[in-house]
């Protein structure tokens, strides 16, 4: 789950990390009422939607426009907010099609000596939460990493334990923080890991922060994801999501309690399991065709879920045809064929089917659509379902 950069500056300020102050506006008219609010002789106004890139995004129509931009007045506030809201800014993150922007966070202005990078993921490799730095604040940290990798420092640090000074001191002394800093530093650091943990995040980022004229260090950006399986955990947390920066229909999926992500092929894939989703995207892929989404029904999927999740993937003009590709463990190939049926019936089914079932109660799903007097073009093996998948897209 993610939320929005204001959104992630108030759980900071909450946690008592220094973050600049500012009030997010839905219009132009609150945007200059924040401008005085913060009393200030400069303020950024910047557009709020899921996706980084923004100082560097365009609005569709209107390229000088950019996402983030410094104002001096209420007046230009006001302007720039205008020209934000309710249009679509294009990122490097967006796509060509944009996002549109429903709002603007209209923040203070900063005395900025230095910017720097800090980011926390998970590491598998380690077990760990680990928090990143690097010098190169501000820039696109895929770059950095990609080009430069020695320029990005990490320390693992223990989820109950947490970041300890001495580590604290180590990331100072490579980012060229001293005196009074280090200890603004301290707080930053082992208050940003702390949230990390409690809040159970799958990534933190402020990109830049950076150190002021006056030594303090300030997060400046704040993008925040959430591990969606611990959203339980968190009730106050879940009210903070903005369905609108959503896909709609991996939003029905969730509701449905199925796994799907949108993508841009022409194939539907209706698959049990994330890893047997994955090679079977890859085998599409490698015989020429291109998956329209990744679709994982679960081990336990009911008639009416995997009905559902026909219905997502048909509501796609895209498609030109459906590869279902079940392997039996817990799910039952009974159970699929019976929802393809069900589908039939509910569902505007016009373009091929594709069909490889294997594992439990197997030959009774064959039976089952074998006697259906359905169009279903049975595959056996994966290989042999994705080549008749690709041809029958390439039919349609």
């Given at each position: ?17 220094n973050v600049p102050a500012g009030f997010a506006a839905k219009s132009g008219a609150e945007a200059a009422e924040a401008f005085d609010k913060l009393g200030g002789k400069l303020a950024v106004v910047k557009a709020q939607i899921h996706a980084g890139g ?12 950019r996402g983030v931009e410094l104002v001096r007045t209420r007046e230009d506030a006001k302007r720039v907010a205008d020209a934000l809201i309710g249009k679509e ?308």
């Amino acid at each position: 789950m993610k939320i929005h950069e204001f959104q992630g500056k108030d759980l900071l300020r909450k946690a008592g990390i220094n973050v600049p102050a500012g009030f997010a506006a839905k219009s132009g008219a609150e945007a200059a009422e924040a401008f005085d609010k913060l009393g200030g002789k400069l303020a950024v106004v910047k557009a709020q939607i899921h996706a980084g890139g923004r100082g560097k995004g365009t609005i569709k129509g209107n390229e000088s426009q950019r996402g983030v931009e410094l104002v001096r007045t209420r007046e230009d506030a006001k302007r720039v907010a205008d020209a934000l809201i309710g249009k679509e800014l294009v990122t490097i993150q967006t796509g060509p099609e944009g996002k549109k922007v429903q709002q603007v966070l209209v923040e203070a202005g900063c005395d900025i000596d230095r910017e720097l990078y800090l980011g926390i993921v998970v590491d598998r490799a380690c077990s760990l939460p680990v928090l990143m730095c690097s010098n190169e604040g501000g820039m696109n940290i895929e770059e950095v990493a990609a080009e430069t990798p020695e320029k990005i420092f990490l320390e693992p640090f223990h989820p109950t334990d947490g970041l300890q000074s001495y580590q604290v001191r180590k990331l100072c002394n490579k980012l060229g923080i001293a005196g009074d800093s280090i200890r603004s530093a301290e707080k930053l650091m082992k208050g940003l890991c702390k949230l990390f943990v409690d809040l159970d995040c799958s990534i933190l980022e402020v990109n830049p922060l950076v150190v002021t004229k006056q030594g303090d260090l300030i997060a400046l950006d704040a993008k925040i994801n959430f591990d969606d399986n611990a959203m339980f955990r968190h009730k106050d947390l879940v009210e903070l999501r903005d369905l609108s920066e959503e896909d709609p229909a991996e939003v029905r999926a969730g509701n449905a309690g199925l796994s799907y992500v949108q993508l841009e092929g022409n194939i539907g894939c209706l698959v049990n399991g994330a890893g047997l989703a994955m090679s079977t995207m890859d085998l599409v892929k490698l015989h020429g065709g291109q998956p329209s989404n990744f679709l994982d029904v679960g081990g336990g999927a009911q008639v009416d879920q995997v009905t559902e999740a026909f219905r997502i993937l048909l509501a796609d003009k895209n498609v030109k045809a459906v590869l279902v590709n079940i392997f039996g463990g817990i799910m039952r190939c009974t159970t699929i064929a019976n929802a393809i049926l069900e589908a039939y019936k509910q569902v505007d089914f016009n373009v091929p089917l594709v069909v490889r079932l294997e594992g439990t109660e197997v030959e009774e799903g064959k039976k089952i659509l074998a006697n259906s007097g359905i169009a279903v073009i049975t595959a056996e093996g994966l290989t042999d379902a994705a080549k008749k998948v690709v041809a029958a897209a390439g039919a349609a």
